[in-house]
Every structure is written in structure tokens, then in C-alpha cells.
């Protein structure tokens, strides 16, 4: 990145291969829809090279690049205050062979899983997201929210809560 800032924008094409797969994951787990994530993800390509002279070689890259993320999904948001719903095309088709009965169980419990994380409120799924699915570490995390790490931890413990909650009721409801 520090190349592109100075000017190298070819550079942004090797930080494209390695990031966009990483940013499309966080854009679908939290939009449930593959064109708006391809979509989002070129947007924040796009002000990465815009905004390139911000960046700041203090920070991590990865923190830079979830700042802007966040603040391209907030634009969007901005302009559709839609509830997310999750599409049926990035979930992988039920085989069409008989599956035996733990397979069946599990299948349902990821299906279920999905739902509870779309209920979520927006700012919990983000948080669930960056530190369960992309894996980063709590201060990686403060740092692009602009929080403390406590901070990240209570609303981590708050939002683990909440999905475990929404997916015992689901669980129930299905059950019955």
C-alpha cells in the first residue's frame, strides 16, 4: 500500500488478489447477496486508490482497508434501509443422493445459524464477523471501530449471546 500511496497505482492490482476474497466473505456474511458484495467490494477498492495518500504506515493495512469497508457499507446503507435477506444462491444445494441423518442435522444447524446471524443488528454481525469469520484479533478490531478492546470484547460476548439466543428460538421453532 505504502507503493500505491507514492504513487505506484499498478501495485493495487497484488493488494486486489490478496484482499478481495477476504472482503467478499465480509461483505456476504453481511449482506447475504453475492452482486452487492462483488459490488461493495470494488468500491472499496476504488477509494482505496481515491484515499491512498491517507494512509498511514502506523496502522495496519488490514485495519485501514476494514475502516473503509465499514464506512462503504454504511454509505450503502444510507442510501437502502433495507433488512438483510439472505439469498438462496451462496448456500450450497442439498446433495441429491439420501445423506445419512448427522449430515442432515448439521446442514440444518449451519441453515439455522445463518438465519440467527441475519437477524442480528447490523453492528453485532459486523463485530461476530470480523472476529469469528475473518479472524481478527480484538485490538485489529478496536482499532477499526474506533473503540477500546474491552470494548470489543463486551460487544463480541454480547453479540455470541444474542446468536445463540436467536438460534435456540429458531431451533424451537422448527422443532415444532
Not at 453481511?30 to 486508490?49: A, H, I, W, Y
Not at 441475519?118 to 463485530?127: C, F, G, S
Not at 470494548?151 to 415444532?176: H, I, M, P, Y
Request: proline share 3%; with cysteine; charged share 30%.
Amino acid at each position: 500500500m505504502l507503493r500505491v500511496r507514492d504513487g505506484e497505482v499498478g501495485s493495487l492490482g497484488s493488494l486486489f488478489e490478496r484482499y478481495h476474497g477476504v472482503l467478499f466473505n465480509f461483505f456476504l456474511r453481511l449482506t447475504g447477496n453475492r452482486q452487492l458484495s462483488e459490488d461493495l467490494v470494488q468500491e472499496v477498492f476504488f477509494r482505496m486508490l481515491k484515499y491512498r495518500r491517507s494512509y498511514r504506515d502506523q496502522s495496519q493495512f488490514t485495519s485501514w482497508m476494514y475502516q473503509i469497508a465499514r464506512h462503504v457499507r454504511f454509505d450503502h446503507l444510507g442510501k437502502r434501509q433495507k433488512e438483510v435477506q439472505l439469498d438462496d444462491e451462496h448456500e450450497d444445494p442439498p446433495s441429491t443422493e439420501p445423506a445419512p441423518g448427522a449430515e442432515m442435522e448439521r446442514f440444518e444447524e449451519v441453515l439455522l445459524l445463518r438465519q440467527a446471524l441475519a437477524r442480528l443488528a447490523p453492528d453485532k454481525r459486523e463485530v461476530l464477523i470480523l472476529s469469528r469469520f475473518q479472524k481478527l484479533k480484538y485490538d485489529a478490531i478496536a482499532e477499526i471501530l474506533g473503540c477500546e478492546v474491552g470494548a470489543v470484547k463486551v460487544r463480541v460476548f454480547r453479540a455470541v449471546r444474542e446468536l445463540r439466543d436467536t438460534f435456540f428460538e429458531l431451533q424451537g421453532k422448527r422443532a415444532s
